[in-house]
């Protein structure tokens, strides 16, 4: 039962331009978000995070949005840089709870020159 | 300073063997992780350890698998009998509480042949 859905598996976007990425979630009860990235053959790294007292964190070019009566949230990075090609993770929990976060099956980001 | 650590980085090994994957965490973190992502597939949850309570180990898929944790540090991953359908990259991280961000290692990869 996928309680955190990336529905789109691949995303690819020029150098320079913004890239969004999405997560949908059906647990009303998750009120912890964060963004993992991941490089091949490394684990996933933290990037950013949001509690539900918020709908919008920033972090220089990245920006998570949380829009609770949708369910729903995004990754912003503006400008996307080569760098930034990575695999992207959106995961949730009940924050009382902490741990036992669910993972959405990520979405592969190409940044092109 | 060091990151968590995970040994080995790639085992294969034949079908019905048992197999111990090892993970050392940050110094000084008392909640450990143990995820596992199978292809094409998101972090699915296996097992938590805090500090010295009893470890949630709701995930865990079957009784083939088990994990410790001594002295509040290193853990192992003791899958029995593997199956091919145990094939896969598992992921340990840590954290220094269990409302932190989570810090993976670079995972296992588990081949069963």
């Known amino acids: 039962d996928q309680q955190v859905k990336q529905n789109s598996p691949s995303l690819s976007v020029q150098e320079g331009r913004i890239s969004i990425l999405n997560c949908d979630y059906t647990?009303?009860?998750?009120?912890?978000f964060l963004w993992y990235k991941k490089y091949p053959a490394e684990g996933p790294t933290f990037l950013i995070s949001?509690?539900?007292?918020?709908d919008k964190n920033e972090d220089g070019r990245f920006t998570v949005f949380l829009n609770k009566s949708a369910k729903h949230l995004s990754l912003h990075i503006v400008p996307s840089q080569p760098g930034d090609s990575a695999v992207y993770f959106c995961a949730a929990s009940p924050r009382n709870s902490g741990y036992a976060l669910n993972f959405g099956k990520g979405t592969s980001l190409l940044v092109t020159p | 300073g060091a990151g968590v650590s995970q040994s080995p980085s790639n085992k294969v090994t034949e079908k019905g063997k048992d197999v111990e994957l090892r993970c050392d965490p940050i110094s000084g973190h008392t909640a450990l992780y143990w995820y596992r992502q199978s292809l094409g597939q998101g972090l699915e949850f296996l097992i938590y350890f805090q500090g010295n309570s009893a470890p949630d180990k709701s995930g865990l898929p079957s009784d083939r698998f088990s994990a410790e944790r001594t002295g509040g540090s290193v853990s192992t991953l003791t899958i029995q009998r593997t199956q091919q359908e145990d094939s896969a990259v598992y992921l340990c991280?840590?954290?220094?509480?269990?409302?932190?961000?989570?810090?993976f290692g670079n995972g296992t990869r588990l081949t069963v042949t």
């Open positions: 949001i509690s539900s007292i918020k």
């Open positions: 647990n009303s009860m998750f009120d912890y």
């Open positions: 991280a840590s954290s220094g509480t269990h409302q932190s961000p989570l810090h």
